[in-house]
């Protein structure tokens, strides 16, 4: 007999399982199919569109096939009857004609990288101030009574002082966000006005050793108005520890010597050395053509139809490998993010089918393909700077960014077909991560894994996205992605290694959860401060 009760139980249980679900959400998520995903997906990721890198040809291929897509599902070209938004970018390379130590010359690509802006400039000097790992905290401060204005500064770009396992800054054995935050220390030397900052490290040598050139690639940004001065900053020298060692050869100590005398007694070392310095740099710029691609479904409530959910993704990749590379020299990014733009346009046909049988959602739905992500988070940055729809009516972003393959640390998993990782949907609303989490259990059933949820994870994943730039403007976002592979911008992200039924269920789940802000009778709240 308990046998028996038990059966009935479980029965029970399932019945009101599947009675939560709703059957018109569920008729149209299944138009997400791993098979037109994988037709999207290898046009996309083909070699015709080299890699799809902002500025160049394959981009704009992959922005028209966007649009027309977008055009073939009905949805609404809301950017003065054009899918496109504008994106004034420039090209800007900051080149260094001469860089000389002691009388030595070094060569950019191979000794050193750097970055700057501004008018052609040269720079010269009998000494440079080292300033220890540039850290100005409470507990440590490595400029604490010296004055950098107008110097040559050189200093550690990467950790802080450990004295027996214990941070100098924490007081424990957890970095700071001076270790963890990439950009902190390097903000804080440029609030002090250098002359001119030199950044030292093992991690200059190994990024030379990947890249090499490529590094003094042209930099793109967002062309600023013309009443928009720009504001002089140092320009960074990124120089191998053997450079900097020569820069302190007059000290009578190496780098290895300042770093090892700061770390044994937790104390600053900064202090004047005497070094001969010389370099010339300028930048120069040009225009380039980029867009944003953008689809509109208008919601059936009129009470409700001004209100707006984003679905975004970034449909531009890293481009070709430098002329005389041996093999592939094409970055297809099948995942990053050839998967994320997939993912929008299978959900914008669900939507669409949708709202043609008459069940479209109450809000309304902005389809976003941007541009310029790779370049930093340029497109998302422009849009929401430059909003077609306002910021206040839009409720929220669900962000795709690599949802095709397998990340590292579920290589070999039992769960590896069945995860996600969920970054940043309780930063600002609980009810926006309520609604995932429901959805989630409600239809997909995968494993959320909120590792990378978190504003102190040293990946900033948080900050890599186009969410992030949503976020900063106070609008709820969810950023939906794979974790990191082996592939990730290399050649072998190929639409060969993408996981089609993964990737379908992963964006089930966004459309699972759009529909259900979309049609519910509340937005969600800010509530968060993260």
Partial sequence: MKKTLLVLASVGLVTVACAQQNPTAVKYAQIIDADLAKKHLSIIASDAFEGRETGKPGADKAAHYIADEFKSLGLQPIVKGSYFLDVPLVENVFKVSAFTINGTSYTSGKDFYASGSGDAKTITASDIVFIGYGIGADNYDDLKGTDITGKVVLYINDGEPFVNGVSKITGTDKKSDWSTNRSKRLKFIQSKNPLLILSAGPNVAANLKRFGAQIGAPRLTIKKEATEAPKAQAAVFNITTDVADQLLKNSGRTYAKFKAAIDEAGTPQTQPVRADISTTYATEGKDVKAVDVLGYLPGSDPKLKDEVVVISAHYDHIGLLPEG?????????????????????????????????????????????????????????????????????????????????????????????????????????????????????????????????????PNSFYTRSDHYNFAKHGVPIIFYFNGVHADYHGVGDEVSKINFPLLAKRAQLVFYTAWDILNADNRPVVDGKK
């Fill in 325 to 457: 590379t041996k093999g592939d020299r094409i970055n297809n990014g099948a995942d990053d993010d050839g998967s994320g733009t997939t993912g929008i346009l299978e959900i914008a046909r669900a939507f669409s089918k949708a709202k043609k049988d008459g069940h479209g959602p109450r809000r309304s739905i902005l389809f976003l393909g941007n541009v310029g992500e790779e370049k930093g988070l340029l497109g998302s940055e422009y849009y929401t700077d430059h909003p077609v729809i306002p910021l206040g009516k839009t409720i929220t972003d669900l962000n795709i960014d690599m949802i095709g393959r397998v990340g590292y640390e579920y290589i070999g998993k039992p769960d590896s077909a069945n995860y996600v990782y969920v970054i940043g949907s309780g930063m600002l609303s609980t009810d926006l991560h309520n609604a995932n989490d429901k959805a989630n259990k409600t239809y997909t059933k995968m494993d959320l894994d909120y590792k990378y949820d978190d504003p102190n994870d």
